[in-house]
């Protein structure tokens, strides 16, 4: 099995902060990771480098099998498709649906005179469809819920048909449906073998989909723990990670995470 991903000592430092620290960290073919930690953890910077957005300070990143800095990375980044808040804010609320996606497959967003093979066409509609949002391909980005906005934003990262996702908090500022749903969604391209390897970024272990299979433990810009969910999502493991005591539950294929106060009298 050859290597998707392979970071060795990736270290970052921004002015006088390290925000990685040597992180060793392998992703191989047909692997869907989570990266779990908590807020200021160093993930979006990890998942920035993964992306061919950001090079480390020190340390090798091969992605796809490609040395950053030996790369060009505008033949990289089609390669990989990525969805983060940062990206979402650059789509014009004017933009229609479809457009949103299908202009991904030109690495720009607004549409403006770009000719669209059908084939793209096709890919969109199908890409929309999977998503749950074709009935509202025809509607302004503008006018969509939250919840719809984040799965149109996956939609359009699959567009270039990428050999990696990689998704930074796509459940961020969703309700308790709008998370379900996306949960759902996720799950059904992890278990799809056809998917991408799948790199998913997220705070809350409630919001691991199910048929993710593996876990990196992020905590203050080192790696904690990684390996298969079940054997990295440990009490001991997340409590260390996010600094307070946490028990941790699993159940129907999804993860529960609380504090772990001696019950009340
Ligand atoms: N360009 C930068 N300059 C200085 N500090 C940064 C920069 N980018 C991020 N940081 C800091 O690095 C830490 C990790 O940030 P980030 O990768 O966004 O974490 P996470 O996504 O896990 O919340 C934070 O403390 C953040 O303030
Ligand atoms: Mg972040």
Redesign the pocket.
């Known amino acids: 099995m050859s290597a998707v991903l392979d970071l060795k000592g990736v270290t970052?430092r921004?002015?006088k902060?390290t925000?990685?620290d040597g992180v060793d960290w392998q992703v191989n073919e047909g692997e869907r990771w989570v990266?779990l930690?908590?807020?200021?953890?160093?993930?979006?910077?990890?998942?920035?480098i993964l992306a061919a957005r950001s090079h480390p300070t020190s340390g090798t990143a091969d992605l796809l099998g490609e040395r950053l800095g030996r790369v060009d990375v505008f033949e990289l980044r089609p390669r990989i498709g990525f969805s983060s808040a940062a990206l979402a804010d650059r789509i014009p609320g004017h933009e229609r649906v479809r457009d949103v996606v299908l202009t991904a497959a030109y690495g720009v967003t607004g549409r403006w005179q770009e000719d669209y093979e059908e084939f793209d066409e096709q890919r969109a509609t199908d890409l929309l469809a999977a998503f749950d949002v074709a009935d509202l391909s025809e509607r302004h980005y503008g006018t969509l819920s939250e919840g719809e906005r984040k799965r149109v934003q996956i939609a359009r990262a699959l567009m270039t048909d990428p050999e990696m996702l990689l998704l930074?908090?796509p459940a961020a500022g969703l309700d308790l449906a709008g998370r379900e749903e996306l949960v759902g969604a996720l799950s059904e391209l992890a278990t799809d073998e056809a998917s991408p390897v799948l790199v998913l970024?997220t705070?809350h272990v409630e919001e691991i989909p199910p048929g993710f299979t593996h876990l990196l433990l992020?905590g203050q810009?080192t790696v904690q723990a990684a390996g298969p969910i079940a054997e990295v999502l440990t009490a001991d493991n997340l409590s260390a990670a996010f600094g307070i005591p946490l028990m941790v539950a699993h159940g129907g294929g999804r993860w529960l995470a609380r504090a772990a106060r001696p019950a009340a009298r």
Not at 37 to 45: E, I, M, S
């Open positions: 970052v921004r002015g902060s925000i990685l990266v930690g908590p807020n200021g953890a160093g993930k979006t910077t990890l998942l920035q930074d908090e970024v705070h992020l810009g």
